[in-house]
């Protein structure tokens, strides 16, 4: 069974660009979730989807935006980038709509670094 | 608003010596809590959960974690420290039932001696 897949692993950005970040759900999965973890801080909940809507989002600006695909997969869009825009971007997948009981298994990330 | 708090940044033990993570949430309702283990250039693995039923729950790598409503806190215990327990972790409560929303706490980076 594959795991939670991200790429690119680690990805160079100047400010003011735009950023596409991937990520291929584990086999079965369903729901998807977008965490972004500044340097020293836990992860913050960017937005979820679920069979390819929104369900739900965090305190984010709408610069941040997603998609999901039939095929579960997903992309986390990051337009005008700022520097504190640089992160580790986590991705999480879910078996069924995580409502709470459902574990989140997550991928090793992507580290955008905004010069 | 629901948080989580983690009042250790660093915390460091010697190998084989026991070790308690602290970790205290605000929330209204029946919290899920969880404890999740990021390893240098990993991503977050979930060491155990808890929903309802039994305060004293068992994860994996020998942690378990005590859930006191009382306190408001959910500690992260093991019994004896092994060198590749260094780590950082993370205390994470579901902040919605309806979007399985995680909030995490700053996380505790634990060292271990030899």
């Known amino acids: 069974e594959t795991g939670v897949t991200q790429s690119p692993t680690h990805l160079i950005k100047t400010r003011g660009q735009q950023v596409t970040l991937r990520c291929s759900s584990q086999s079965g999965h369903n729901t998807v979730s977008w965490y972004q973890q500044a340097l020293g801080q836990g992860p913050q909940f960017i937005f979820q989807y679920y069979r390819e809507e929104e369900n739900g989002r965090g305190n984010f600006p709408p610069r941040f935006s997603g998609l999901q695909f039939p095929n579960y997969s997903s992309e986390l869009n990051v337009n005008a980038l700022e520097l504190d825009d640089s992160a580790l971007y986590l991705c999480a997948s879910s078996p069924a709509l995580a409502g709470g009981t459902d574990e989140q298994f997550f991928g090793p990330g992507t580290r955008l670094t905004v010069l | ?114």
Do not use: M
């Open chain 2, 1 to 114: 608003a629901q948080s989580v708090t983690q009042p250790d940044i660093h915390i460091t033990v010697s190998e084989g010596a026991s070790l308690e993570l602290r970790c205290n949430y605000s929330y209204g309702a029946t919290p899920y809590l969880f404890w999740y283990v990021q390893s240098p250039g990993q991503g977050l693995q979930l060491l155990l959960k808890y929903f309802s039923g039994d305060t004293l729950v068992q994860g994996i790598k020998g942690f378990e974690a005590e859930f006191k409503r009382s306190q408001s806190s959910f500690n992260l215990r093991k019994p004896s420290v092994h060198w590749s327990d260094a780590a950082e972790y993370f205390c994470a409560v579901v902040g919605s039932s309806n979007t399985g929303k995680l909030i995490f706490g700053q996380g505790t980076t634990l060292q271990v001696k030899p």
